[in-house]
């Protein structure tokens, strides 16, 4: 069964930290790219992070560069997504995803994280 758990969302002042972690299934964690996503209320879902499965490459949304930072543990086969200088239009719904490619919309998704940044 295919599975990614996300954690860490919660609320937060605008300016400080959060990180999320994304813990998959041995079989997802392996074979696919994995990503962030955020949906803002009323918004549709966007790209904010992406990591290869390598985790030699990596990329980001204009609006989160320099601030996020995406990272993966292959020991623990989960993904973070480092939150610093948060603003509150950073504030929605967080999803973690599973790619077969690079660039390619998501096969797989976690159920989202809560961020609420307040201003």
């Known amino acids: 069964q295919v599975q990614l758990v996300e954690s860490g969302g919660g609320l937060v002042q605008a300016g400080g930290s959060l990180r999320l972690s994304c813990v998959t299934s041995g079989r997802i964690y392996s074979n696919y790219a994995m990503g962030w996503f955020h949906q803002a209320p009323g918004k549709e879902r966007e790209f904010v992070a992406g990591?290869?499965?390598?985790?030699?490459?990596?990329s980001y949304a204009d609006s989160v560069k320099g601030r996020f930072t995406i990272s993966r543990d292959n020991a623990k086969n989960t993904v973070y997504l480092q939150m610093n200088s948060l603003k509150p239009e950073d504030t929605g719904v967080y999803y973690c995803a599973a790619s077969t490619g690079w660039g390619t919309w998501p096969d797989y998704w976690g159920q989202g994280t809560q961020v609420t940044v307040s201003s």
């Open positions: 990591i290869s499965r390598s985790g030699g490459t990596t």
